[in-house]
């Protein structure tokens, strides 16, 4: 067995399932969030000599999963505001699939920074100098994303906005 097969199976073995509750976070969908983990393992895997250090690898996969997030929304985006057929959302009865999908889409109206921000502030409990180091951009920036964030979902769902800080 290679290395980086052994390397690859202690991966998903001891962080598999933290991979994809981050990647469905991010993206908000079961089955997008799978393809998101297989295809950042398959960038990481494909692209780089592969030591043993699962941790250093988890954090490989986890900005390869965040960039390809924010570069496919972005994308998706552009696709949006060209497609001319409109897709009306499925009613549910269930008093928490209602409340579920209300906050799936006050997020899906974020946008891919400011949903990526959220992510890591309030999922990773990462602080705002570190999401301004995995996104490469200035603290600043990360604090007007989370500011923009906080206000379009406290307006969406109706909740006061020093409840969300």
């Not at 976070?25 to 950042?40: C, I, R």
């Not at 996969?61 to 994308?75: C, E, I, P, S, W």
């Not at 400011?114 to 995995?134: F, G, H």
């Amino acid at each position: 067995m290679a290395d980086w097969e052994r390397s690859f199976e202690q991966l998903l073995a001891g962080r598999g399932g933290a991979l994809r509750a981050y990647a469905y976070l991010l993206t908000g969908e079961s089955a997008a969030a799978a393809d998101l983990v297989q295809d950042a393992l398959l960038r990481v895997f494909s692209r780089m000599r592969v030591g043993n250090d699962v941790s250093q690898l988890e954090g490989y996969v986890r900005r390869a999963m965040l960039n390809q997030f924010v570069d496919g929304r972005r994308r998706a985006g552009l696709w949006r505001a060209k497609r001319h057929l409109l897709v009306h959302p499925v009613e549910h009865h269930d008093e928490d699939r209602l409340l579920t999908d209300v906050v799936r889409r006050a997020l899906a109206t974020l946008s891919p920074k400011q949903r990526a921000c959220v992510v890591l502030r309030y999922y990773e409990d990462l602080t705002v100098p570190d999401i301004a180091d995995q996104l490469g951009c200035a603290q600043g920036t990360v604090k007007r994303h989370l500011a923009d964030a906080h206000a379009k979902l406290a307006d969406q769902l109706a909740v006061p906005e020093e409840t969300l800080s």
